[in-house]
């Protein structure tokens, strides 16, 4: 079935497909419209679970990881502040292994309140030891909320797994998307499974004192996880691409193979660079785009060519773009930071940042360097 | 209520936890647990009681337990009591089991959230007036006169009555309790375990390190705080007071134990002067005061 | 054994033998006692066992004297232990 819907309304969607049991929000804008939606199936009936109208983010994922602990599959949506609040408890869902799904809608952060698109509320989230998935369509988003628990439930990785989108520029952007039957993705989706959890007839107890050794050991293993996890998220993109036509990788490559340079980007930047390298083409500039759909765990060594040019919606302050940074040392690589706040970065700004790139230059893109 | 003598047997506190000698939390948590029974789902925020449990890959607890952050345990119950919900195993009881701290101070948003939305599980805060796994810093909890290492000339605030802030959350069973009176204890956890929605008891715990008296008057401490008047036995069913017999004898001031007889038993209130105890004293009435007039109404109402 | 999260199984004794921890043991007079049980019920550690009369497991009791202090008719004494 087609629809033509936001990328909110179709995260609410995917996530009610999923059938989790439980659904723990606070709202922010812009996610709002996740929330408000998924209230809505869980009062008419469309989703049985229980929806749990916490006081804040932080408790947010509190009652996810309480759910997730206790057996069920789980859901949560947030932006910007809200997932900064929550920090704490992201970190505590990923190093107690439990795969729960969230929705990140990137937003700038305050102060001064801003409600655009920014990515660095999810990059902040790096280090938590969650798997980071950029959507760049609706369908995207559609299609990686599924994808994402047969990833985050896999046995080779239990680690949760955070899908980020724009905020507006998707979120509440209306777009055509395919919608599988409820039965095909029922086929998809396996029973929820977990590492562990709270059963009264096999006690355990979970998360008391660790020793260094023991501690140590924990963190190297949710790193085996997240390197597990890159053949896991390739695996289930290609098994959704069987099943519904839409195959997924790590980064999706476009005209790369004779680029003089490829720029690398992610979320909704990216699908205006593939329509910006077009028009480079059609100057007679050999353009590629390689778009960076997972950022955790990253693809880097999938990231190699001579001449790159790294477009971050975020920044490392003192240091500059987070996926530049990242991809140091992979070849030529020219950073580029543009669209912070949701400055808006069209396709002929991307044009011009290859420009620039072409004659050596890098930085801040659309600011008045003096 | 039931004989101590007849408690059931079972222990779900493993000898050999890593708490002080003494020490209170075990003594509640025992009989807690007898009282709750084998279907108890633990959810411990940051506390001693999270490092009584001992180290991984060994748990003291007998009972499936879930290590939370500091401010999520309410959050965290109730994630867990919707996924029994959804499992259909509404016979397990999820319970917290946090300090003052996590519960006066950095848990009262995920406390007062939970217990709004009308969440199913019980909530018992171990009050032992105090920061004891940092090392006896002052909290919302701690007396008035007290020292502690963030106040070593005394704190100077009297504590806050979050009884009363629970009860302003209108939830169908609130409860206070004393480790000495542990058959009065044992039979409100008994009770709180057959009510639905959210549950509050409160169990004053004289910590022997924070509190500076010897490890083995735990016990006759918590006796003191209530024949002093210091700390009321109380349940409220559906928002009614009702003081609990130990309390209910102290209505008439001449009952009570004056104030010192609990005071000089612990170093943390060496320093009081006669003025500091005059305040602790007239707070101790202006408590009293209340319940005296929820009484005065009640015979009134009859 | 690569641990993948904190998870802990219920074991008696997760801190060792704490009867180490003991300056003075709990000795109970069976002739006083008069099986209240309320040292079994008191004693923080649950070290106490109810057996014809109180029994203590030394091998884990810390020796806070909590139950002898509880005794109602003085039937626990607390002896310092000897090295």
């Known amino acids: ?370 | 209520m039931v004989a101590i003598k007849k408690f059931p047997e079972e222990e779900y506190i493993l000898k050999g936890t890593a708490a002080c000698p003494g020490c209170p939390i075990t003594i509640a948590l025992r009989t807690a647990l007898k009282a709750l029974g084998k279907k108890t789902i633990l959810i411990v925020p940051a506390s001693c009681s999270a490092v009584v449990q001992s180290l991984v890959p060994k748990t003291s607890f007998g009972v499936p337990t879930l290590n939370i952050a500091f401010a999520a345990s309410a959050s965290a119950a109730s994630g867990v009591a919707a996924a029994l919900k959804m499992l259909g195993k509404e016979d397990v009881t999820p319970v917290v089991w946090a300090g003052d701290g996590g519960t006066y101070d950095i848990g009262i948003q995920a406390l007062s959230g939970a217990f709004e939305r009308g969440e199913n599980f019980i909530y018992v805060c171990y009050n032992n007036q105090m920061y004891s796994n940092t090392g006896i810093q002052r909290s919302g909890a701690t007396p008035y006169g007290a020292w502690t290492t963030t106040t070593w000339t005394g704190k100077k605030e009297i504590q806050k009555e979050l009884g009363e802030i629970v009860m302003a959350h209108h939830i169908p069973y609130i409860a206070t309790a004393s480790i000495a009176y542990i058959d009065d204890l044992y039979d409100k956890m008994k009770k709180a375990k057959e009510i639905n929605g959210p549950r509050y008891i409160e169990i004053l715990a004289p910590c022997p390190p924070g509190w500076r008296f010897d490890m083995s008057k735990t016990v006759e401490i918590a006796r003191l705080a209530v024949q002093t008047g210091a700390w009321v036995l109380y349940e409220a069913i559906n928002g009614e007071v009702k003081l609990t017999s130990y309390s209910k004898m102290l209505l008439k001031r001449k009952e009570r134990r004056p104030i010192e007889d609990y005071l000089k038993l612990q170093g943390r209130f060496r320093n009081l002067t006669e003025e500091d105890i005059n305040k602790i004293k007239k707070n101790i009435d202006e408590k009293w005061k209340r319940y005296m007039e929820i009484y005065k109404e009640k015979e009134e109402k009859q | 054994m690569s641990m993948k999260t904190a998870i802990s199984y219920p074991t008696e004794g997760g801190m060792g033998e704490t009867g180490s921890w003991r300056v003075f043991k709990p000795v109970i007079d069976e002739s006083k006692c008069i099986k209240c049980w309320l040292c079994w019920i008191y004693c923080p550690e649950g070290v106490i066992v109810k057996k014809e009369y109180p029994e203590v497991d030394y091998e884990y009791c810390k020796g806070c004297g909590v139950c002898a202090n509880e005794c109602p008719v003085k039937a626990i004494k607390m002896e310092r232990e000897k090295k």
């Open chain 1, 1 to 370: 079935m087609k629809i033509i819907d936001t990328a909110n309304h179709i995260a609410a969607l995917a996530a009610k497909m999923a059938k989790p049991s439980v659904v723990a929000a606070y709202p922010i804008t812009p996610q709002t419209t996740i929330v408000e939606r998924l209230a809505k199936y869980v009062e008419n009936g469309e989703l049985n679970a229980e929806y749990i109208r916490v006081e804040s983010e932080h408790s947010a994922m509190a009652a996810c990881i309480g759910a997730a602990a206790t057996g069920v599959r789980t859901f949560t949506a947030t932006s910007s502040h809200g997932l900064l609040l929550m920090h704490e408890m992201v970190h505590w869902a990923a190093l107690s292994r439990l795969p729960i799904v969230m929705v990140n809608v990137n937003r700038a952060i305050g102060p001064g309140w801003n409600i655009w698109s920014d990515s660095n509320d999810s990059m902040g989230q790096r280090d938590t030891g969650w798997i980071q998935i950029y959507a760049s369509s609706n369908q995207e988003v559609y299609d990686s909320i599924i994808q994402a628990y047969k990833i985050a439930e896999n046995e080779d990785v239990m680690l949760p797994t955070m899908i980020c989108y724009d905020g507006f520029i998707l979120s509440h952007t209306s777009m055509p998307v395919y919608i599988p039957e409820q039965s095909k993705v029922d086929k998809f989706l396996p029973e929820f499974k977990s590492l562990w959890s709270l059963d009264v007839d096999k006690p355990i107890t979970h998360g008391n004192i660790i020793s260094p050794a023991d501690y140590m050991d924990v963190r190297y293993s949710m790193n085996q996880a997240m390197k597990n996890a890159k053949k896991v998220i390739i695996d289930v993109g290609e098994e959704w691409g069987r099943k519904f036509g839409r195959s997924y990788n790590l980064i999706e490559e476009y005209k790369c193979d004779d680029a003089d340079y490829v720029i690398v980007s992610t979320a909704a930047i990216a699908s205006e660079s593939k329509f910006a390298i077009d028009k480079l083409r059609e100057k007679g500039k050999k353009a590629g785009l390689a778009k960076l759909r997972v950022f955790r765990p990253f693809p880097k060594e999938m990231l190699r060519y001579d001449k790159m040019i790294v477009i971050d919606r975020a920044v490392s302050l003192g240091l500059g773009g987070i996926v530049y940074n990242e991809l140091k040392g992979n070849g030529d690589v020219y950073g580029f930071i543009a669209g912070l706040g949701g400055k808006d970065v069209n396709y002929r700004d991307i044009m011009r940042i290859y420009e620039l790139a072409e004659k050596g230059k890098d930085g801040w893109y659309g600011i008045e360097v003096k």
